[in-house]
């Protein structure tokens, strides 16, 4: 999928008596997911865009032109990976957006519209799943074949807590970078409607 951050209708201002006038639509706040493409192809607000938060850097300068023509608002799963996406945005002259409150999450739970996909398992639980499995791994060697191997579920323990305690999860971003978490994973500028960014 090639990549996109405004239907190239709604870039167009209208004309009316002599003045020219933004289009109702670009006062609605675009949706910009930070969520994997795997996470975004699963269930996404409809019109949003998708540019995941390790790819973000490279669409600054794009964002800072579009939020001067219409709010941006940041969509995660819960508001963790929108947080840090904020601080960057806003720390680097994109000055009109905001967060979701409540996320993507929020949003289906009040029943607003959303279009899905292939059902996945998101990336928090994928991290979930794996941090799961390597603690019981690391005590059932522990206690079967040698006490080392209870420095596997510390190890996961100590990494959960810097992840709780940093909202940045180094396992989250590992396992972003994997091949079944990053769909139509071509960027290349402004795309047709309804791609992702």
């Not at 949706?31 to 973000?56: K, M």
């Not at 799943?129 to 420095?151: H, N």
């Amino acid at each position: 999928m090639s990549t996109m951050l405004l239907d190239q209708e709604q870039k167009s201002p209208k004309k009316t008596n002599g003045k020219q006038e933004l289009s109702n639509s670009l006062k609605e706040p675009l949706y910009l997911d930070v969520r994997t493409p795997q996470e975004f192809e699963t269930v996404h607000i409809s019109g949003a865009r998708n540019i995941p938060l390790p790819d973000l850097h490279k669409y600054v300068d794009e964002l800072k032109t579009l939020s001067s023509e219409r709010p941006i608002m940041l969509v995660c799963r819960t508001q963790n990976r929108v947080k840090i996406a904020y601080e960057y945005l806003t720390n680097n002259g994109v000055t009109n957006c905001g967060i979701l409150e409540g996320g993507i999450t929020d949003w289906v739970a009040q029943g607003k519209p959303v279009i899905k996909g292939q059902q996945r398992i998101s990336l928090e639980g994928q991290v979930r799943a794996i941090a799961g499995s390597l603690i019981i791994l690391g005590v059932g060697l522990g206690v079967t074949i040698s006490s080392w191997f209870l420095l596997i579920p510390t190890l996961v323990g100590v990494g959960l807590l810097h992840a709780g305690l940093t909202d940045s999860c180094l396992m989250g971003m590992l396992l972003s970078k994997l091949p079944m978490n990053r769909i139509g994973n071509s960027h290349s500028g402004i795309g047709k409607k309804g791609d992702p960014l």
